[in-house]
């Protein structure tokens, strides 16, 4: 007789399999994951490691913003990472380096991260992070919208063309995305597999 498989209905991402009452229950739970997010995302941009010849450095906070996303689903993931880019435009200290505020050359990643958020956040909902496979595409996408935000402003903030803004926003950050990318493949099937089985 076959074993039956974990309940993993498409529309649900991994923040739906928390427990929640109805109504006021369900609205703390997802402010907390907001939150949560949002403190996630700040702690692991001080996770920064200075690239030479780039205003950008390697941090955590991308590879944070792309879990929040997937994890919480689109309009969590957006709420997340639109509190973690607000609240450092007002002064809080955590985008990477300790920075708060909006003028600095790397801010348009944080932008791209909230957009990044709602893009992985809904594939996640369709299914895309299930599979080794598909999370990794959804986090190439992921990062690619970043880039894409990110590099542009780069290249309008510290006046480079967009073949050096590139160079120093971009290359240099290559194969610390593709090690995100494989761990990500690992982490969320997994906790999926986890989280079925209780469910």
Known sequence: MATAAPVTRTGTVLADLLPARAGVGAVVRDAALVLGGAVLTGVTAQIA?????????????????????????????????????????????????????????????????????????????????????????????GTAVVYAVGVPYLALSAHLSLTDAVAAGLTPFLIGDALKAALAMGALPAAWKLLGRRG
Request: no cysteine; charged share 10%; net charge positive.
């Open 49 to 141: 490691v200075p690239v030479p010849g780039s205003p950008v450095p390697v941090t955590g906070q991308t590879f944070a913003a792309l879990l929040v996303g997937t994890s919480l689903g689109a309009r969590r993931g957006f709420l997340s990472l639109a509190l973690y880019a607000l609240a450092g435009m007002a002064g809080m200290p955590w985008f990477a380096d300790g920075r708060s505020g909006a003028g600095f050359a790397s801010f348009g990643y944080v932008l791209g991260m909230m957009l990044a958020a709602t893009v992985v956040g809904t594939l996640a909902r369709r299914g895309a992070d299930r599979s080794p496979l598909r999370t990794a595409g959804t986090m190439a996408l």
